[in-house]
């Protein structure tokens, strides 16, 4: 697997160390993605569960959408996969997806969110409420931390379980 993650700084003030946290989760999804055929992203490697690691590459879209662009900036931006009848449709809906194209977007998506992010105090407040709470920018970076932490061990077993590559 290619590997050009940037480590975080061991030293840092709090916004650089929460940037450089996620950007280094959001490669490291990359990473193990890195060197695949789309049907092996497609693949559901792990049953009974539905996961795949391109169903990841697209959900990750779609959380980076949802947390800077609706909540923390107020877009009325439609969301990516999700669909009225498939909650999960990011997931679910693998099959014939383009690996591509869900790489693209998910790219698109990290540019825009740290668009965002750059021209936000850590202590703003959202412009949408989520689950009718406010929430902070500060508590935004830290739950996309949480997030991809989460969903990066799940692409590590996916991963393991394709071609059996290990590894951070």
């Not at 697997?1 to 490291?28: I, K, Q, Y």
């Not at 439609?78 to 997931?91: K, L, Q, V």
């Not at 406010?134 to 739950?143: A, C, G, N």
């Amino acid at each position: 697997m290619t590997d050009n993650r940037v480590s975080p700084a061991f030293v840092a003030d709090e916004r650089a160390m929460l940037d450089g946290w996620l950007d280094w989760h959001r490669e490291t999804l990359a990473v193990k993605c890195a060197g695949l055929s789309e049907e092996r992203l497609r693949e559901r490697s792990v049953p009974p569960s539905s996961l795949s690691l391109l169903g990841l590459v697209r959900h990750m879209a779609h959380v980076e959408r949802v947390w800077f662009r609706r909540v923390l900036n107020g877009e009325d931006v439609p969301f990516i996969y999700r669909r009225d009848d498939d909650y999960d449709a990011d997931f679910n809906d693998v099959d014939t997806a383009s690996a591509e194209e869900a790489f693209a977007t998910w790219r698109a998506e990290v540019e825009v969110a740290r668009e965002i992010s750059a021209r936000v105090p850590l202590d703003a407040i959202g412009k949408q409420q989520r689950h009718g709470q406010d929430v902070s920018h500060r508590w935004i970076l830290v739950h996309m931390i949480e997030e991809y932490a989460r969903h990066n061990g799940h692409a590590d077993l996916l991963r393991e379980r394709l071609d059996g590559a290990v590894g951070e």
